[in-house]
């Protein structure tokens, strides 16, 4: 099943430990794409990667790092997470190359809660 | 960069209605306009999207038209469902793709009663 993998689906946390979610997409897309979504602010791109080693800030990348050594994974790490990083988060995957192609597919979210 | 607006934040309607949500957003160059469909607890789910070469475009009962001039883009959901209700978000990128830095608006809460 063609499908975006985000692990864990839960996590509570306290601040300061780091901690990373993974991500991983079956679909051989080039594309992926993290977000956060927040109450009233929809959802807010933090980083994207066009392809392997190739990655770029979004609109809210302060406090995040990711890495795309592999094509089918985009992990998203928090070095030292505080409480305004509490969120939903999700992972998303597209196939690129034109516009006819699809848009995101995004997995099932991680909910990141930081005491 | 680009900013997108979405009204209303809450659309309440019977069933049979029709529903429409407006988006506008700044950046003269993007390109694709996707709508995106949030069931409560689940992922956003693509359900129409368009691109800047197209002035409409339909699937079934949801339809979206993009205006450029104005710079504004609306999703028609007619003869609503209550399966229909859901958290609706509009979006805009630029590139030759349109996926590197898709922009999304703040969300329209849809509530169809029976």
């Known amino acids: 099943e063609a499908q975006v993998t985000q692990n864990p689906r839960y996590l509570i946390t306290v601040t300061g430990k780091k901690l990373t979610v993974t991500c991983s997409q079956n679909?051989?897309?080039?594309?992926m794409s993290w977000y956060r979504q927040d109450p009233g602010l929809g959802l807010r791109q933090i980083y994207y990667?066009?392809?392997?080693?190739?990655?770029d800030k979004g609109d809210v990348p302060e406090g995040y790092k990711v890495s795309r050594k592999e094509k089918r994974n985009f992990p998203l790490i928090l070095e030292s997470p505080s409480p305004n990083q509490t969120s939903l988060y999700f992972c998303?995957?597209?196939?690129?190359?034109?516009?006819?192609?699809?848009?995101?597919?995004f997995g099932s979210g991680t909910r990141l809660t930081v005491v | 960069g680009e900013n997108v607006e979405q009204h209303p934040s809450t659309l309440s309607v019977q069933e049979g209605d029709s529903a429409v949500i407006k988006c506008t957003y700044s950046?003269?160059?993007?390109?694709?306009f996707p709508w995106y469909k949030q069931e409560l607890g689940k992922r956003p789910q693509l359900i129409i999207d368009?691109?800047?070469?197209?002035g409409e475009k339909k699937d079934q009962r949801i339809a979206v038209t993009l205006n450029k001039t104005a710079k504004h883009f609306s999703l028609h959901i007619t003869e609503t469902q209550p399966e229909d209700s859901a958290v609706y978000f509009c979006?805009?990128?630029?590139?030759?793709?349109?996926?590197?830095?898709?922009?999304f608006g703040t969300g329209t809460r849809l509530l169809v009663s029976p």
């Open positions: 368009i691109r800047s070469n197209v």
């Open positions: 679909m051989n897309h080039e594309y």
């Open positions: 950046d003269s160059a993007s390109n694709y």
């Open positions: 998303a995957s597209a196939k690129g190359g034109n516009l006819e192609a699809g848009g995101y597919t």
């Open positions: 990667s066009m392809n392997v080693e190739v990655t």
């Open positions: 979006a805009a990128s630029r590139g030759n793709t349109g996926f590197q830095k898709l922009v």
